[in-house]
Each structure stands twice: as structure tokens, then as C-alpha cells.
């Protein structure tokens, strides 16, 4: 690996690090954000010179500290920043900057709420998460999102300055708000992970890279919030969920259903590890919440060998918390479908009968594809035809839809899904 790619490294490694220290210290994440810029553009210009020094994060800190030095000396009301800046930062030895380092978790959760603060709309939130705790750049994530890198450029640009005109400060919020404030930031990181389950644009069903990214941050959440359980079972759900991308898709790209996936390879390393996270979850002694109910039905499925072998009765019961907790169009259809077999199609259908005239799932595909199922499987064939072709118009992948294409001509033709 060459200089050039140690520090494009580095910047996914510790720019978080360093952002979130260095906001604390100036209290202005944008501006922050630019310092550390500079100091790995600094990096880029001296290291191939000099080489990379033996302490690269507290040379990158130390570079940054004296950038925002400069920067207030030249604004005429930064004297007084700029003294305690250098009061607090210059002239320190690179292990103390290290140490000053190992003390940033706090910071970073303060940028990981400040990211995700309520006065910014989703989209923002997602992308200024993703460029400053995930590390990535602009066209990264503007490629991850399938929009052009001006577009997301002016989206991160906008939310850096909503923070700053709003006057967010740089402060992890207080005991009464963090129930509110940690929805919203697991909210963001689910996102991310689904977009990468199962993707809602572009050629590729399954987006490992965004799934990964999202399993990344809430591995940081669990490690800086040990006393929350949801955070513990968003990252159970999506361990859980991301052990079965070995066999999500075929060679060929297509979806592959769950009933049909090889699970001897799926990933048993995240299922241990998906299932202790679960365990951690449900230990701490609290109500569960969305994201446990839905890790443990993600269990039910990783424990069980076969399709077959699988406990629908208990995920049937899961799904009926998760709807008095969280009622929802999405979750009645999800036990909708384990009802089709735990107690069979006609109640199954009755289910998805309540179903048809919500608005919120009516440019839903998957209720076309799970009605069609259902229909099929209770000789209704012409009938599961219609609820498949409808499904496939409105599939937001070439993949679903050539697979729900598939299913229909089958129900034409007398065959099961």
C-alpha cells in the first residue's frame, strides 16, 4: 500500500475521531470538519516528503489544532478562541495528543447525535452521518445512493450549515432527551443497513458495502452506550440479517426467497455473534423494543436448520408485540406471512385482505407478491397472476421484477412459487 492509500486509510479510520475532537474544542462541527480536511491535505503534501510519521492520528491532530489556531487569529472576533486553543493544544508532545485521543468515544457519540439531529430532514441526516462518523467521501456516498455528487455535495453542504445557523451545539443530549434522540439515530443507521438488504434502486438487489457500513456504526453505538438495549438489538438484527447474504442472491444477481437459501452457507460467525448482541439485549432487564422484537425473530429463523424446522408460531407471537408497540402496514404484512405458514393461506389471506386499501403500502410491491403467494397456493391461480404482474410494475429493481415475471407466468400456467 502506497502513501497516498495509507492516508485514504487513515481518513476512514480516524477522521471521525478527530472531527468529533476537535468540534468539542470549537464547537462548530462544519468548521471542524474543514480543519481536519486540511490537515489530511497537509498529510498528502508532507508524507510522501517526509514520510508517514510513527504516531500518524496525533500528527493529523496536531496539524488540525494549529489550522484552527491560524483560522481564529485571522477572524477578528477569534482572539479569545484562538488563545484558549493554544493554550489547551500547542506545544504538546504527540503521545499526549494520542492519550488526548483515547478520551474522543464521548465526542464521538456527541457527532453521532449532532449528525443525526432532529432539526435536519432524513436525508440529510443519512448523508452527514455517512461522510462524518462512516468516514466516506462525497461521490462514496453519492454512488451508494445512486444521485449525482453535486446533489449530495449540497446536501451535506445544507445540513452543515442548518447545524450552524441553528445554533445545534456540540453536546450529547441530556438523560430525559436521549430516548427520543437514540430513535432517531438508530433510525438512520436502519436505513442504511436496509438500503443494503435490500436495495430500492439500481442493478443490484443486495448493497453489501452500505450494509457493512451500517453494522460499523452500530458496533460504535453498542460500544458507547452499553446500558441501552436497542442499540444491542439493532445490531442482533442486523448481524442477524446480513448472515444470510451468502445465499440472498444467486450468480446471477436474482433474489433468492428464504425458503429456498442454502443455509449451510449462511454466515455463522454473525449469527454467534448476532445472537450473543441479542442476548446482551434482552439481559439488561427492560421492555423490549422494535428493534429486539424484530432481532428475535431474525433468531427464530437463524436457529432453525430448515425452512421446515422453523418456530412460526413464535414468530407469529413476536409480530403481534411488534404491532402493539410500533403498529404498522409493513409489519402486518411480515405476519401476514407467517401466519401463511403457521396456520395456513385462508388465514393468511384474511390478514392481507385488512390490508389492501392502505395508502401507505400502495405503491408496495411486496403486498402484490405475498398476496400473490397466497392466492397461488389456494388454486386461485388467475387471481395471484394479477396481484404478481401489479407487484412487478411497481418492484423498484430489475431483479424483483424479473422475478415476480417469473411467478406469474408460473400461476398462468398452473405452477406453485
Not at 464521538?108 to 467521501?137: D, M, N, Q
Not at 434522540?181 to 436495495?199: D, H, I, K, P, Q
Not at 428493534?291 to 414468530?315: C, S
Not at 396481484?387 to 418492484?395: G, S, T
Request: hydrophobic residues 45%; aromatic residues 6%; contains cysteine.
Amino acid at each position: 500500500m502506497d502513501i497516498r492509500q495509507s492516508i485514504e486509510a487513515l481518513w476512514r479510520i480516524e477522521s471521525p475521531r478527530l472531527i468529533a475532537a476537535l468540534a468539542r474544542r470549537i464547537g462548530d462541527v462544519a468548521v471542524a470538519e474543514d480543519l481536519v480536511s486540511e490537515a489530511f491535505v497537509a498529510a498528502l503534501e508532507r508524507w510522501p516528503l517526509d514520510g508517514v510519521p510513527p504516531q500518524p492520528g496525533a500528527w493529523l491532530m496536531s496539524t488540525a489544532r494549529h489550522k484552527a489556531t491560524d483560522r481564529a487569529r485571522r477572524e477578528e472576533t477569534g482572539r479569545r478562541k484562538a488563545a484558549l486553543i493554544a493554550a489547551s493544544s500547542d506545544d504538546r508532545a504527540p503521545d499526549a495528543a494520542d492519550q488526548a485521543l483515547d478520551a474522543v468515544p464521548d465526542d464521538l457519540l456527541t457527532l453521532i447525535f449532532t449528525a443525526c439531529h432532529p432539526v435536519l430532514p432524513p436525508e440529510s441526516r443519512v448523508a452527514l452521518t455517512l461522510r462524518l462518523v462512516g468516514g466516506l467521501t462525497t461521490a462514496e456516498i453519492a454512488r451508494a445512493f445512486f444521485v449525482p455528487d453535486a446533489t449530495l455535495g449540497q446536501r451535506v453542504s445544507r445540513a452543515k450549515r442548518t447545524l450552524s445557523e441553528a445554533r445545534v451545539p456540540f453536546e450529547s443530549p441530556s438523560a430525559d432527551e436521549l430516548p427520543a434522540r437514540l430513535g432517531a439515530v438508530l433510525g438512520v443507521v436502519y436505513l442504511v443497513f436496509n438500503e443494503g438488504y435490500s436495495a430500492t434502486t439500481g442493478d443490484i438487489w443486495v448493497r453489501r458495502d452500505l450494509a457493512r457500513e451500517a453494522m460499523r456504526l452500530g458496533r460504535i453505538l453498542a460500544g458507547l452506550l452499553p446500558r441501552e438495549p436497542e442499540v444491542f438489538g439493532l445490531v442482533a438484527l442486523m448481524e442477524l440479517q446480513a448472515s444470510r447474504f451468502p445465499t440472498r442472491s444467486g450468480a446471477d444477481g436474482a433474489p433468492v426467497l428464504l425458503e429456498h437459501q442454502d443455509r449451510s452457507r449462511w454466515d455463522r460467525t454473525l449469527i454467534t455473534h448476532g445472537l450473543a448482541m441479542l442476548e446482551r439485549a434482552t439481559g439488561l432487564g427492560r421492555l423490549l423494543g422494535p428493534y429486539t422484537l424484530q432481532a428475535a425473530i431474525a433468531a427464530y429463523h437463524a436457529r432453525a436448520a430448515a425452512f421446515a424446522d422453523t418456530d412460526w408460531a413464535g414468530i407469529v407471537a413476536l409480530y403481534d408485540a411488534l404491532a402493539q408497540l410500533t403498529p404498522s402496514p409493513v409489519v402486518e404484512l411480515n405476519r401476514a406471512v407467517a401466519l401463511l405458514y403457521g396456520d395456513g393461506p385462508e388465514a393468511a389471506l384474511s390478514a392481507t385482505d385488512a390490508l389492501r386499501d392502505d395508502r401507505r403500502l400502495a405503491r408496495y410491491h411486496l403486498l402484490g407478491a405475498v398476496r400473490g403467494d397466497i392466492l397461488l397456493r389456494l388454486g386461485r391461480n388467475a387471481e395471484a397472476a394479477a396481484e404478481l404482474e401489479r407487484a412487478a410494475e411497481l418492484a423498484p429493481t430489475p431483479h424483483e421484477r424479473r422475478l415476480l415475471l417469473e411467478r406469474m407466468a408460473q400461476a398462468l400456467t398452473g405452477g406453485r412459487c
